[in-house]
């Protein structure tokens, strides 16, 4: 079965990628780097000897427009789209027993039990607007189902007729997509495999801080008007709550 492995960089050397160091030694898969950097880098020359895929996005594109570029490349090579899908982060632990595990699914969308090292990460909830952790996975009702994209396996055949909205350029990309997934009707099951995943949603300087806070601003507007669900003004609120217990500065919040 073909099983395709999509990592997304952005400025950072391939090397120093936990995940990739662990999938390039995955024979069966093929690894596809969309490398969103905006400095120069030699990516390209480790990822070719590595014999794998290397897509140089010219700049940060987003998220969701790398994906699209690695479904892109996947359907050219793989016109039947046949096979698997995974998407990871950079610094993603992943299991020994993942790949073997995904295989052994005949659901559409497959989550596997990612956590911080000390909590779930995904799957979680999405409800009444708003993304919902849970402790475990028995506190997980499948109709709010949703999950963060590291891990995340999907078969093929979803993208004959199907690619990630652009207009989210980083946030809520995961969030959307199994929410549309779900009006489809596709199948979705949690699969036994665990993975570690460093999770940085909060930096430690101010203008990157700043910076990640206008995307999420805008890409949380997107979400919410896509979906027709409220929330929106709740979850900027905590946001800018917590930035200014940080940093006690109101021109974080300019646009």
Request: glycine share 4%; aromatic share 12%.
């Given at each position: 079965m073909n099983h395709y492995c999509v990592l997304v960089i952005y400025n950072m050397d391939i090397n120093q990628s936990k995940s990739y160091q662990f999938l390039k030694n995955q024979k069966e898969n093929t690894v596809i780097v969309c490398d969103n950097s905006e400095k120069e880098n030699k990516n390209d020359i480790t990822i070719q000897k590595d014999?794998?895929?290397?897509?140089?996005?010219?700049?940060?594109?987003?998220?969701?427009?790398a994906y699209n570029q690695a479904i892109n490349y996947i359907e050219?090579?793989?016109p039947d789209m046949?096979?698997?899908?995974?998407?990871?982060?950079?610094?993603?632990?992943?299991?020994?027993?993942?790949?073997?595990?995904?295989?052994?699914?005949?659901?559409?969308?497959?989550?596997?039990?990612?956590?911080?090292?000390?909590?779930?990460?995904?799957?979680?909830?999405?409800?009444?607007?708003?993304?919902?952790?849970?402790?475990?996975?028995?506190?997980?009702?499948?109709k709010y189902i949703s999950g963060i994209n590291s891990g995340m396996t999907i078969n093929l055949e979803i993208f004959k007729d199907y690619r990630y909205n652009e207009s989210l350029f980083l946030?809520?990309?995961?969030?959307?997509?199994?929410y549309e997934m779900k009006q489809k009707k596709r199948t979705i099951e949690v699969v036994d495999t665990q993975c570690i995943q460093n999770f940085s949603a909060n930096g430690n300087d101010k203008e990157s801080d700043r910076k990640?806070?206008?995307i999420f601003k805008k890409d949380s507007k997107t979400f919410y008007k896509l979906t027709s669900m409220k929330g929106y003004y709740k979850v900027i609120g905590r946001r800018i709550f917590r930035l200014w217990l940080k940093y006690k500065d109101f021109s974080m919040f300019k646009d």
């Amino acid at each position: 079965m073909n099983h395709y492995c999509v990592l997304v960089i952005y400025n950072m050397d391939i090397n120093q990628s936990k995940s990739y160091q662990f999938l390039k030694n995955q024979k069966e898969n093929t690894v596809i780097v969309c490398d969103n950097s905006e400095k120069e880098n030699k990516n390209d020359i480790t990822i070719q000897k590595d014999h794998q895929i290397y897509i140089n996005m010219n700049g940060n594109k987003g998220l969701s427009c790398a994906y699209n570029q690695a479904i892109n490349y996947i359907e050219k090579v793989n016109p039947d789209m046949k096979g698997k899908v995974t998407f990871f982060d950079d610094d993603t632990i992943i299991s020994e027993d993942f790949f073997i595990k995904m295989s052994q699914t005949d659901k559409e969308i497959c989550l596997p039990v990612v956590s911080d090292g000390n909590s779930l990460l995904s799957p979680s909830m999405f409800k009444n607007g708003k993304s919902i952790r849970i402790k475990n996975l028995e506190q997980l009702d499948m109709k709010y189902i949703s999950g963060i994209n590291s891990g995340m396996t999907i078969n093929l055949e979803i993208f004959k007729d199907y690619r990630y909205n652009e207009s989210l350029f980083l946030d809520y990309v995961d969030h959307y997509f199994l929410y549309e997934m779900k009006q489809k009707k596709r199948t979705i099951e949690v699969v036994d495999t665990q993975c570690i995943q460093n999770f940085s949603a909060n930096g430690n300087d101010k203008e990157s801080d700043r910076k990640r806070f206008a995307i999420f601003k805008k890409d949380s507007k997107t979400f919410y008007k896509l979906t027709s669900m409220k929330g929106y003004y709740k979850v900027i609120g905590r946001r800018i709550f917590r930035l200014w217990l940080k940093y006690k500065d109101f021109s974080m919040f300019k646009d």
